[in-house]
């Protein structure tokens, strides 16, 4: 009777402690943003991260593919990988990083950045290849665990409500520039108040709250936003009232 009562509990704590132990969540691949409208024949940019959910990734091989756009531009400032190996196009529609993280990473990291420009209005679509591998820190692949998202785009053909937005002094936004000072330019409209931001967040937007520069000179539509630091801006304008 003793040994019975014994084995009874074992089970009952047993079964406990199932009920009770976390479950693990597959690492995520993905893009972000993953879902946007952006303006045919204009360009966008979209980040490769990862999320390890509690594992440690130690290197990287990553393919990506653009289908209804052009890579412009492969970026890897603030990457998670810290020896890189190749980080760039390997034809018009394809993208690539590999790299090492000798500490190994863990947590939700930027891989990398993919300038790209809508070359027709619709769908467009980035994906990561089948090919892409991760590994572990025991040097084993991850990919049969990871959870893979990638990003559906709309290009639209531009409207009589699309604001044109110029810069002197960051005329091509496919390039860096060492330029702190960022001057931008867009023809006011009569009777039109407009709300704008600057963020490293390429999701997010401006409020309703009118902003106009404050000053002497009669305001045309010129703003200059100073003291940015290293990293990639996203400028928002919208109109309000």
């Given at each position: 009777?003793?040994?019975?009562?014994?084995?009874?509990?074992?089970?009952?704590?047993?079964?406990?402690?199932?009920?009770?132990?976390?479950?693990?969540?597959?690492?995520?691949?993905?893009?972000?943003?993953?879902?946007?409208?952006?303006?045919?024949?204009?360009?966008?940019?979209?980040?490769?991260?990862?999320?390890?959910?509690?594992?440690?990734?130690?290197?990287?091989?990553?393919?990506?593919?653009?289908?209804?756009?052009?890579?412009?531009?492969?970026?890897?400032?603030?990457?998670?990988?810290?020896?890189?190996?190749?980080?760039?196009?390997?034809?018009?529609?394809?993208?690539?990083?590999?790299?090492?993280?000798?500490?190994?990473?863990?947590?939700?990291?930027?891989?990398?950045?993919?300038?790209?420009?809508?070359?027709?209005?619709?769908?467009?679509?980035?994906?990561?290849?089948?090919e892409s591998i991760i590994l572990g820190e025991n040097g084993q692949p991850l990919t049969a665990e990871i959870e893979i998202r990638?990003?559906?785009?709309?290009?639209?053909?531009?409207?009589?409500?699309?604001?044109?937005?110029?810069?002197?002094?960051?005329?091509?936004?496919?390039?860096?520039?060492?330029?702190?000072?960022?001057?931008?330019?867009?023809?006011?409209?009569?009777?039109?108040?407009?709300?704008?931001?600057?963020?490293?967040?390429?999701?997010?937007?401006?409020?309703?709250?009118?902003?106009?520069?404050?000053?002497?000179?009669?305001?045309?539509?010129?703003?200059?936003?100073?003291?940015?630091?290293?990293?990639?801006?996203?400028?928002?304008?919208?109109?309000?009232?």
């Amino acid at each position: 009777m003793k040994n019975s009562t014994k084995i009874s509990l074992i089970i009952v704590v047993a079964c406990l402690l199932s009920l009770v132990a976390p479950t693990a969540q597959a690492a995520r691949l993905y893009l972000y943003p993953n879902s946007i409208d952006v303006i045919a024949g204009g360009s966008f940019v979209v980040e490769a991260r990862l999320d390890t959910e509690g594992e440690s990734v130690n290197a990287v091989d990553i393919t990506g593919h653009v289908d209804g756009g052009i890579v412009e531009s492969v970026l890897t400032a603030n990457s998670i990988i810290e020896i890189l190996i190749h980080a760039g196009a390997l034809d018009a529609n394809t993208f690539r990083f590999v790299g090492g993280i000798p500490g190994g990473f863990t947590g939700d990291g930027i891989i990398g950045r993919i300038g790209i420009t809508a070359v027709r209005s619709g769908p467009l679509s980035v994906s990561f290849g089948n090919e892409s591998i991760i590994l572990g820190e025991n040097g084993q692949p991850l990919t049969a665990e990871i959870e893979i998202r990638n990003a559906n785009i709309n290009a639209l053909q531009p409207s009589a409500n699309h604001i044109v937005i110029t810069s002197r002094s960051h005329p091509d936004q496919n390039t860096w520039y060492n330029k702190k000072d960022l001057q931008l330019h867009w023809d006011l409209e009569k009777d039109t108040e407009y709300s704008y931001l600057v963020s490293l967040d390429p999701m997010a937007t401006p409020d309703d709250t009118p902003d106009k520069p404050t000053g002497e000179l009669l305001w045309m539509g010129d703003v200059n936003i100073g003291g940015l630091g290293e990293g990639i801006y996203y400028f928002t304008l919208k109109r309000v009232g």
